[in-house]
């Protein structure tokens, strides 16, 4: 028989690591922080390419400007993302969008994604914006599925705060399955090694947070400080660049001292090690690997 204080504080812990690293209901186009990523991914991105001036070349050579149909088609398998903000993009626009995937769903080589029917100097003027976005977004979700993948349910694969295209790419994450961690520096305390050296007394400030009931974790290099840390009753904490075999020990006593503090690996986390750490029953692993340098998948747009 389970301990309802114990049954308790689990479900308190879960809803902590929903409410504060699984934003992702907080990543559409009702949510204006969000929308200003998009606007300028899309609209600021065109209007940036065009300088104030118009596409020279379709403009210089094109003799006739009749409407058209043109498919964006998958050159490649993955995740398709940012169908969202294409649909955003180009309702600003005379140009119909047909939908065949939506957000999240598993693509083909060769399968269509959408197909558009308008003006061609209107077509080919959006072509670009349309497709780095689709391409970015659609490669972060492919590799965030890929980890996802290789690590059980109950851990939760987040990026970090690297991440070029702000919340586009942690939305992106999402769609492949992953969390979001802080969507930025507004979110929650986040204690790291470069703040340390300038709290005068970290345990009153830890005692402040806890008193005010602030959500804060605290990064830990060596397992002096992961102990150390526990005992300041943070709501998480995250160990930084340690190994699987190095975590796992921690990850034990710390289930049964403190079993109400979220624990996070991250920091050199990559594809041949993923596993090992998703074994370790840590509850968060974050990668600043899923949006700093991931490979765009490979769309393309053919006018039939």
């Not at 186009?29 to 609209?43: G, I, R």
């Not at 006739?64 to 940012?82: F, R, S």
């Not at 180009?90 to 060769?110: H, M, P, V, Y």
């Amino acid at each position: 028989m389970h301990d309802p204080l114990s049954v308790r504080k689990n479900m308190e812990k879960q809803n902590n690591i929903k409410t504060y690293y699984n934003q992702r209901e907080k990543l559409t186009l009702e949510n204006p922080t969000y929308k200003t990523y998009v606007e300028y991914y899309t609209h600021e991105t065109l209007r940036l390419d065009l300088a104030g001036g118009d596409d020279m070349t379709t403009t210089a050579v094109l003799d006739t400007n009749p409407e058209v149909t043109a498919n964006v088609i998958a050159k490649q398998d993955g995740v398709i993302a940012g169908l969202q903000e294409v649909e955003y993009f180009l309702n600003s626009f005379d140009i119909q969008i047909d939908f065949l995937k939506k957000d999240g769903d598993d693509i083909l080589n060769k399968d269509i994604v959408l197909t558009l029917t308008g003006h061609v100097q209107g077509i080919l003027k959006v072509e670009r914006t349309m497709l780095n976005l689709l391409q970015r977004m659609s490669g972060i979700a492919t590799h965030t599925k890929n980890f996802v993948e290789k690590i059980p349910r109950t851990v939760l694969l987040c990026p970090t705060r690297k991440t070029q295209w702000g919340l586009l790419d942690k939305r992106a994450v999402t769609l492949g399955g992953g969390g979001t961690h802080r969507l930025g520096l507004y979110d929650f305390v986040l204690i790291k090694d470069n703040h340390i050296p300038y709290i005068a007394d970290l345990a009153s400030k830890a005692k402040q947070l806890n008193d005010k009931n602030i959500f804060w974790e605290i990064e830990a290099d060596t397992a002096e400080q992961v102990l150390e840390f526990a005992k300041l009753k943070p709501s998480a904490i995250m160990f930084d660049n340690f190994s699987p075999e190095n975590i796992a020990p921690l990850v034990q006593e710390l289930h049964e001292t403190h079993p109400d503090i979220i624990l996070e690996a991250s920091g050199g986390i990559h594809e041949k090690t993923i596993t090992n750490y998703g074994a370790t029953d840590v509850d968060i692993i974050s990668m600043g690997s899923l949006t700093h340098s991931v490979m765009s998948l490979d769309i393309g747009l053919d006018i039939v």
